[in-house]
């Protein structure tokens, strides 16, 4: 009988024993899953203090903080007692937090939780009770490994997330601890390396943003992978995002040195031309010609624009611009922004 690596397809896996259960390594993407499964019954399962540790509960958070938008719709996968949610919601405005938890631990967690739901994604999916497109995050950690169908599971999960919503995923790296070559823990089905984890978001459409290994779960599993995934394609974005950075509220117009390449690259796509005034440049060339539809001039064209706004379009060369405007243009007393200020953070 030939098996199937439930990640890549493949049918090469190589087949061993552990524990007197058998499981399969691909050698394509470096996923290993369990052939010979252990029922396991989570809703009599009483949740110990195992990955509950208050350092790693505010780790978590504060990675999760960097990237959840404010006033987010959440849904986490097995929020157990809620202290994921208790920890981030102080710290990001929530919308609404719901969550799903088979085990009893899910009492204590309707204290952090708007709602917590008391059986799976599919099964609430097939109920029509879980809205398509209905959160803006959805959060599945150290819940992953222990699902058997998981292309299910994402393929729910991509239906549930809205336009540009985000996936957080955390799950053991390999064994989780790099002293242990294998896990052999029962109830995880599946054993994730950052490639096969990476190739099965991928799979189902989902790209990640952001990846880390060796978060700390606990002392048995030190090393996990965590990564934030959204839909493939276009975000939503604001057309003009770069002109509307804080930096330049408030000011109609700038005057842009810098006529090159960067121009058509970024400045052509993410800033409004009419918030423009005109271009300088040094090469000589190009003065007189247009620049999104805008003049190129000379740079002692600033000396008559005193009070200016200048917003220096080059990343290599900006000190070296800034310190020719201090001292060629002292007069002028320019307030200078960079492209490194807008696009730290665009």
Known sequence: MAFVCAVCGSTELEIFALGGLRRGACRACLHEQRIDIETFDYTGFARGSTGAGTARIADQAAFLARHMPPGARVLEIGCAAGLLARALRPIVATERYEGLELSPARAEATLHLDKVYDTTLPALQAQGIIPEQGYDMVISSHCLEHIADINTEI??????????????VEVPNRSGNPGLPYDDNRAHLHFFSVSSLVRLLGRHGLDVKALETGAWHDARYPDCI??????????????????????????????????????????????????????????????????????????????????????????????????????????????????SDVLGAA
Not at 155 to 168: C, E, K, Q, S
């Open 226 to 339: 965590r990564a934030i995934a959204r839909p493939a394609g276009p975000l939503p974005a604001t057309r003009y995002s770069l002109s509307e950075h804080p930096l330049l509220l408030g000011i109609d117009e700038v005057i842009v040195w810098g006529a090159g390449r960067m121009v058509d690259e970024i400045l052509a796509h993410y800033f409004d031309p009419a918030r423009i005034a005109f271009f300088v440049d040094k090469d000589e060339r190009k003065h007189g010609t247009q620049c999104m539809g805008r003049e190129v001039r000379p740079v002692d064209a600033l000396h008559n624009y005193p009070g200016c706004t200048i917003l220096i379009n080059s990343l290599e060369y900006e000190d070296a611009i800034k310190g020719q405007i201090d001292s060629a243009f002292p007069g002028v007393q320019a307030k200078i922004i960079t492209m």
């Open 155 to 168: 393929a729910g999960i991509r239906t549930i997330l809205a336009h540009g919503g985000l996936l957080f």
